[in-house]
Nanobody, 122 residues
Framework: QVQLVESGGGLVQAGGSLRLSCAAS????????MGWFRQAPGKEREFVAA????????PYADSVKGRFTISRDNARDTVALQMTSLKPEDTAVYYC???????????????WGQGTQVTVSS
């Protein structure tokens, strides 16, 4: 079992930045790949970014490539999502998740946090 808790969401103007953090507890964090997903009202949950257990592989959704950066600190059992040049369409609840591989399909993730709201005003 892995417990995940996100933090860092909030309200920001378009063009601004936010840093989301996800703290893990439970089984060995460093053995898991981690992903960030988001879900806007009335829409399906979508992939944002993922990172392999050692940080060597970091796929991104095309919509965030060049603006968002995923990173992890296995010594602190945390994964972060640095978001820059935010747009109103980035508004959503953001979730971190853990899996055995850095999949882009949310159905492949076993463990989920409760989510943190990100709102970008125009």
């Amino acid at each position: 079992q892995v417990q995940l808790v996100e933090s860092g969401g909030g309200l920001v103007q378009a063009g601004g930045s936010l840093r989301l953090s996800c703290a893990a507890s439970g089984r060995t964090f460093s053995t898991y790949a981690m992903g960030w997903f988001r879900q806007a009202p009335g829409k399906e949950r979508e992939f944002v970014a993922a990172i392999s257990w050692n940080g060597a592989d970091t796929p991104y959704a095309d919509s965030v490539k060049g603006r968002f950066t995923i990173s992890r600190d296995n010594a602190r059992d945390t994964v972060a999502l640095q978001m820059t040049s935010l747009k109103p369409e980035d508004t959503a609840v953001y979730y971190c998740a853990a899996s055995d591989h850095y999949y882009t399909n949310p159905k492949a993730y076993n463990y989920w946090g409760q989510g943190t709201q990100v709102t970008v005003s125009s």
